[in-house]
């Protein structure tokens, strides 16, 4: 919880900069904690803003929630961490209301969504944390750096099935890390799309339900690097580590298309093995998509293709905007803790 000093900052730092994202990096690197989210920093500056204070105000006189009520959330909680709020209302026979702010504000607990990691080995966050420290090295010398960069990646979009990340929370006063496998289902198409600071290019979809060298190589000739380069002549390349993107043909064609300047295993920039919590298409793009996607059933593999056109042609400015900035976020944040996983709120 935030000290009424770090509250006062962050209202401070809001109104200066008009950024939440801003806001947030001033706070890490100030406080050396996790930043407030989203909503406290804005609710912060509102009420600054209606009262001129920070300082909780006294409410009509409705009666506080007996510590013998405040016992038994504590309790079907502890038995059951991931009930939903509602579940808990109706069990209890308590308002909705009542539940949230005794697990905000009386028990402390936060609601931590179920998030997807590669496992790291010892050697990786060495690695991670040079890579971070490279980047923002470049981008204190040039403003402009991150700008060039082009991220690409694949991602498998199932007919059926997927992890609703949304509608998971496991309640608890700390992150229990709780990850999930998802599941592969068919049938299925491969999708790849790369991201600049201005546009979605993409999608490309793959007619082969396994991608190898030979098949990316293809792509990358015929589709990706034409589109790529005519936007930005020196643009910088990324693509991790995935099989199809370490063969031999692949990174001589990116040394001859993109000398000095791509990012991936084995090249001139070398990018951090099993780090999708740092690719912008991982934390933003994918999950955008498929919050679309799978809104209400697929029924066939044409239809699924369709839906995700529609959805990568509803991503705007303004969100590649807000994604951009997030990413040296997202590097501070794996220097900070010397390259272990980047937790997403």
Same mark, same amino acid.
């Given at each position: 919880?935030?000290?009424?000093? %770090?509250?006062?900052?962050?209202?401070?730092?809001?109104?200066?900069?008009?950024?939440?994202?801003?806001?947030?990096?001033?706070?890490?690197?100030?406080?050396?904690?996790?930043?407030?989210?989203?909503?406290?920093?804005?609710?912060?500056?509102?009420?600054?803003?209606?009262?001129?204070?920070?300082?909780?105000?006294?409410?009509?006189?409705?009666?506080?929630?007996?510590?013998?009520?405040?016992?038994?959330?504590?309790?079907?909680?502890?038995?059951?961490?991931?009930?939903?709020?509602?579940?808990?209302?109706v069990q209890l026979h308590m308002p909705h209301t009542t539940i949230w702010n005794v697990l905000h504000n009386r028990l402390h607990l936060n609601a931590y969504k179920v998030q997807i990691v590669q496992a790291l080995h010892p050697s990786d966050k060495p690695l991670r944390f040079e890579f971070a420290e490279q980047i923002?090295?470049?981008?204190?010398?040039?403003?402009?750096?991150?700008?060039?960069?082009?991220?690409?990646?694949?991602?498998?979009?199932?007919?059926?099935?997927?992890?609703?990340?949304?509608?998971?929370?496991?309640?608890?006063?700390?992150?229990?890390?709780?990850?999930?496998?998802?599941?592969?289902?068919?049938?299925?198409?491969?999708?790849?799309?790369?991201?600049?600071?201005?546009?979605?290019?993409?999608?490309?979809?793959?007619?082969?339900?396994?991608?190898?060298?030979?098949?990316?190589?293809d792509m990358l000739e015929m589709y990706a690097v034409p589109q790529m380069q005519q936007h930005q002549p020196d643009v910088i390349f990324q693509q991790d580590g995935a099989p199809p993107h370490w063969g031999m043909i692949v990174r001589d064609f990116s040394d001859e298309n993109c000398p000095d300047r791509w990012c991936?295993?084995?090249?001139?920039?070398?990018?951090?093995?099993?780090?999708?919590?740092?690719?912008?298409?991982?934390?933003?793009?994918?999950?955008?998509?498929?919050?679309?996607?799978?809104?209400?059933?697929?029924?066939?593999?044409?239809?699924?293709?369709?839906?995700?056109?529609?959805?990568?042609?509803?991503?705007?400015?303004?969100?590649? %905007?807000?994604?951009?900035?997030?990413?040296?976020?997202?590097?501070?944040?794996?220097?900070?803790?010397?390259?272990?996983?980047?937790?997403?709120?």
């Open positions: 919880m935030a000290t009424m000093q %770090e509250k006062a900052m962050c209202v401070l730092w809001f109104f200066e900069t008009k950024s939440v994202i801003t806001t947030q990096r001033r706070f890490r690197t100030t406080y050396k904690k996790d930043p407030p989210s989203d909503n406290p920093i804005r609710r912060w500056c509102t009420q600054f803003q209606e009262t001129g204070s920070l300082l909780h105000r006294k409410g009509a006189g409705r009666p506080r929630t007996s510590q013998e009520n405040v016992d038994r959330i504590q309790e079907t909680f502890t038995r059951s961490p991931r009930k939903s709020t509602r579940q808990a209302a923002l090295t470049r981008i204190e010398d040039d403003e402009n750096y991150l700008r060039k960069w082009f991220f690409c990646d694949e991602s498998t979009f199932h007919v059926s099935g997927k992890v609703n990340k949304h509608n998971c929370r496991i309640w608890g006063s700390e992150n229990p890390h709780n990850y999930r496998e998802l599941e592969r289902d068919s049938p299925k198409v491969n999708v790849w799309c790369v991201l600049s600071h201005t546009e979605v290019i993409g999608p490309f979809f793959f007619a082969e339900t396994t991608i190898n060298s030979v098949t990316y190589l991936g295993r084995g090249g001139p920039i070398p990018w951090p093995p099993r780090s999708p919590d740092i690719i912008l298409l991982d934390f933003f793009l994918w999950g955008f998509v498929k919050n679309i996607v799978y809104k209400t059933p697929v029924p066939s593999l044409d239809e699924l293709k369709r839906r995700i056109v529609t959805a990568i042609q509803n991503v705007t400015p303004q969100m590649l %905007e807000n994604t951009w900035r997030e990413i040296a976020f997202l590097l501070d944040v794996l220097r900070d803790t010397k390259g272990s996983h980047v937790q997403i709120h």
